[in-house]
């Protein structure tokens, strides 16, 4: 009785064992189809980008060795791309005007930021209210107008045009306001009997204790100023100013087509933005998670 | 001595609320100085134009005034045009489709890779990284790529389907097919953009507390009913944004378009703002271009009331 008891028991441990790394081996079945559908369209780019041969690039997209680098393999497409458009000014162009954009926002939205989660003032209340109803108007929404306003500045065609606009950013003051709120208040009131004026409080204590929003509202700047395309479309003209995004497009549209160039070029875009993210990598995934979590 | 002592008291406490008020004072001035350059901006290139753009959507204002035609009130006739224009209710019709279709799938396809990333497998940082990689892809480098991918003929999502189906479909020719252009481009945005909602719901899945798991274990609750029970309702909050967020995203639909179709064939993937674009940037019909942009917030703030609306039965249940 016993001893068919523990056999029972025995093949049940078996079983569910078994059952178990039969689990594991589905979900790893799984995770790996998943991951190939999602890498296949990159793989695909950088591998066609390092194939000389135009042809070849034509007549294997049709089968697998469209993922396989074989036939005359090299940087020629590459080459091909600087010779014929000013890759580095258009490199140079998006890395400047997202980068002041993301720069002089952390500081300007921080700032109001810092005003309303911490200082007393009349105002206030109906301020921070303002602000997180402007949140939902999308860009598109005011695109038009803004053109007509920049049109009679004289700003078409130049950096501030695409950076000026897009400092100050209300969904980044929230997410300031919403981590500042949650610092202790002590801090800010030992800081004032020692004597510190508001800005050294902002500066001193606040600032030094909120590295990691300022790495979300960072990154999350970046992700959606880097792919910007519609409002660059709508103020660049030439090559001077224009960012990566449209220049690839305008690159693209040229017929006719030449594919090695247009995937080398393709890939001097996305490399940039890949390896910033595969480096930050664990901040980006702690950005975007806490762009959901709402207060 | 003791008179002169209480003296020097009240004159102290004088001197205190002297300073507390000279501080409050302080303390509004450098309120209102670390927030008048933000404020003055976003009044400058948000505010401004957010009110010029109702106004001028009832004028004929254009992008390049002719002297000879100024600019006059005319009511509600750029939107009585909208709603009459053919290509205005494609357009509408277009961008329902897309986000009806679109949203669903992605929030839903979202949740699923949630949940297979939130195992505790090996590699499982690596498969994250994988799934995230297309968010980080520049969208118009991601439409060239699938351009390609969806040449008619021999291209290669057409040798695939052909090889699934032992040749018994395709090949479609996708991005000129009035029935397949817009599906082939929501294919494409699904794919970019899942990543981001994976993570936001990764987030949710690891913020239910395991007890409440432990407790329906107990209760001899299986993996199927646990996650029904336990899982999708703990994860309401974070469905209603993962829902109204990509629903915005959805209704912004443009850089795809215009790079893979330009709204063709026929405008059947012509878009909102691909049309707000075209008759505002190419026509220079400014305040009819800005009809489409008042619409479009429109559509958009009453996409966000319904939000507020979830999450205040929420708060009321609780």
Redesign the interface.
Known sequence: MTSVDAAVKDSQRFSFKFRKNISITLSYLLLIVIALFFLFPIVFMFVSSIKNNETQIIRDMSSISAFIPYGELGLKNYFDVFKQMPFGRFMFNSVFIVGSTVLMGLVLNSMIAYALARLRFKGRGLILSVIISLIIIPTEVVVIPLLLMVNRIGWLDSYQVQIVPFIVDAFSIFLFYQFFIGLPKSLDEAAKIDGANPFQVYWKIIVPLSKPVFATVAILQFLFRWGDFLWPLMVTRGYEYRPLPVAIQQFFSQDPKVWGDIFAFASMVTIPSLIIFLLFQKWFMRSVASSGIKG | MISESANSNTKSLEKNKKNRSS??R???L???S??A???S??LL??????I??FV?SFTN?R?ITNPNLPTQFIALRNFVRLFNSASFRQALLNTFVFAVVVVPLQTFLALL?AV??N?K?RF?NL????????????????S??????Y?PG???I??MISFISFGKLGPYNWLNDTSLALPAIMILSI?QGV??QM??Y???LQGIPDELYEAGRVDGANAWQQFWQITIPQLR??TI??II?TT?LAF?L??QV??MTKGGPQGATKTL?IL??EE??KMLR?GY??GI??L??LI??AV?LIQRIY?KEERAVI
């Open positions: 501080f409050q302080r303390e509004t450098a309120a209102w670390f927030c350059l933000p404020l901006f976003l290139f948000l505010i401004t134009p957010f010029i753009a001028i204002q992008l890779l297979l990333v195992q497998l499982i498969f994250r990284t994988i799934y995230f990689s297309p968010v980080v892809t520049t969208m118009v480098v991601v060239i790529i699938w351009y390609f991918l040449n021999e291209g290669l057409n040798q794919w990543g981001f993570v936001i990764l987030a949710g909050n974070t944004f993962v967020s915005i912004k443009f850089t215009w790079v703002i707000l674009y505002g940037f400014v271009a800005s942009g008042v479009f917030f958009v703030l966000s999450l």
